[in-house]
Structures are given as structure tokens and as C-alpha cells.
């Protein structure tokens, strides 16, 4: 399998928090890429990062890549209610660059008021 | 901004029937996708197209799943004979070219009795 985990599965922060959530996967891979889905909706598509990029910023989004680790991190700072979602990121596989996303487990974030 | 468009949002069928979803991906996008999110699971890939054929299918995709792009503007997931374990939220993506972001449509939820 190419994707690994996400951890935590689930976290619960108060609005103004950061909240970090962590990505592991499997495989060699071209590009990771971060979704949010509200619940019972389809995924969002936040942010992109490149197997020869460490780290990309999207307004308060912060996403990190660790290739030797297999890792990726997705930072929300100065969090809102309104970012209460699931998190997911998802691999392009190196061997496979036009092919399928692959997505982990996800994260449940609840920001509360 | 242009959307992913998913009919209908929600399908109930009885088992051993055949169901259609429908989709209608962004006009100039070229590659085509179809996932599916059992409740609380991860988002699964079933199946990839790109000029008209079936580039890649998960081994969920068996004999009773096929796909079609019979105009070129809608894109349909069909399941022959509907089990209860395909009871699930159906999701289809599209995007421009390779390694770019997925756009994903709001989904179907199947419901299958």
C-alpha cells in the first residue's frame, strides 16, 4: 500500500490555537497534496507541495515534507470554528505521475469556539 | 469558479438493482475519477480515465462497476448489481493535466437495502 497514516485521527483545540497534524506514507512519491472535507461533502483542495520542495505556505496553512522520513505535516495557525473539517493528504506515487491520489486515514479537527 | 456537478445527492436502491451516478467534470479537464468513502473510512480509489479509457481501477472496480463518458461532458459510474456493502458516498474528481490538483464533486450518497 502507498499511504501510511495520519496521526492524530482525531484533535480538539480552542479557536486561536494551532493546530499540527501529521501524515506518513509508504512509497516514493511525486507530490502530496492536503484536502479538507466538511462533513458529508467533497474534499477541498488546500495545498501542493513537490518531492523536491521541504515546505510551502498558503495563508495560515503551513505544510512541511520530510522525503527521507516519509512525512508531511499540515500546520493551521490562529485556528477558526469554521476550520472544524476532516484533513487528508494524499500521494502521487513517483512511478505513476498521471495516475490515482491515494489518501490516509484523516484527521477529524474540531476547533471550538 | 467552475465545479464539479454530481447527480443525484442521494440514491436509494433495493439490492441486485442497477444504479447510475452521474457526473459532470470541470469542461477542460482531461483526466477523470471516480472514489468512493464507506461512512467514517478513507477515501478509496475505484477508478482513473483519461482519453476515453480506463487508465487505472482499484480492485473494489470488478465486473459489476464500468464507467462512460458518452458525450463528452458527462462522466458515469455505473454498478450493475448493487450490494449492500456498496452502500457508500461516491465521489468524482477531475483535473487539467498531470499532477495538478483533483477537483471533486459534492458526491452521491448510495444507499443500497
Known amino acids: 500500500s502507498q499511504q501510511g497514516e495520519e496521526d492524530p485521527q482525531a484533535l480538539s483545540i480552542q479557536e486561536g490555537e494551532n493546530a499540527t497534524m501529521n501524515c506518513s506514507y509508504k512509497?516514493?512519491?511525486?507530490?502530496l497534496q492536503w484536502y479538507r472535507q466538511n462533513s458529508g461533502r467533497g474534499l477541498v483542495h488546500l495545498i501542493l507541495?513537490?518531492?523536491?520542495?521541504r515546505e510551502k505556505h498558503s495563508g495560515r496553512l503551513r505544510v512541511t515534507l520530510d522525503t527521507s522520513k516519509k512525512s508531511s505535516s499540515l500546520l493551521i495557525t490562529a485556528s477558526r470554528a469554521a476550520d472544524t473539517a476532516s484533513y487528508f493528504c494524499?500521494?502521487?506515487?513517483?512511478?505513476?505521475?498521471?495516475?490515482?491520489?491515494?489518501f490516509g486515514q484523516g484527521t477529524e479537527l474540531s476547533v471550538k469556539p | 469558479e467552475p465545479e464539479v456537478t454530481q447527480t443525484p445527492s442521494h440514491q436509494v436502491t433495493q439490492m441486485g438493482q442497477e444504479v447510475i451516478l452521474r457526473c459532470v467534470p470541470i469542461?477542460?479537464?482531461?483526466?477523470f475519477y471516480w472514489y468512493r468513502q464507506i461512512l467514517g473510512q478513507k477515501v478509496e480509489f475505484l477508478v482513473s480515465?483519461?482519453?476515453?479509457?480506463?487508465?487505472?481501477k482499484s480492485e473494489i472496480f470488478d465486473d459489476q462497476f464500468s464507467v462512460e463518458r458518452p458525450d463528452g461532458s458527462n462522466f458515469t459510474l455505473k454498478i450493475r448489481s448493487t450490494k449492500l456493502e456498496d452502500s457508500a458516498m461516491y465521489f468524482c474528481?477531475?483535473?487539467?493535466?498531470?499532477?495538478?490538483?483533483?477537483?471533486f464533486g459534492n458526491g452521491t450518497r448510495l444507499t443500497v437495502t
Open positions: 474528481a477531475s483535473r487539467r493535466q498531470e499532477n495538478s490538483p483533483l477537483h
Open positions: 512509497t516514493s512519491i511525486n507530490n
Open positions: 507541495i513537490r518531492s523536491n520542495e
Open positions: 494524499a500521494t502521487v506515487s513517483f512511478y505513476n505521475q498521471g495516475g490515482k491520489l491515494i
Open positions: 469542461s477542460n479537464h482531461l483526466y
Open positions: 480515465f483519461y482519453n476515453n479509457e480506463i487508465s487505472e
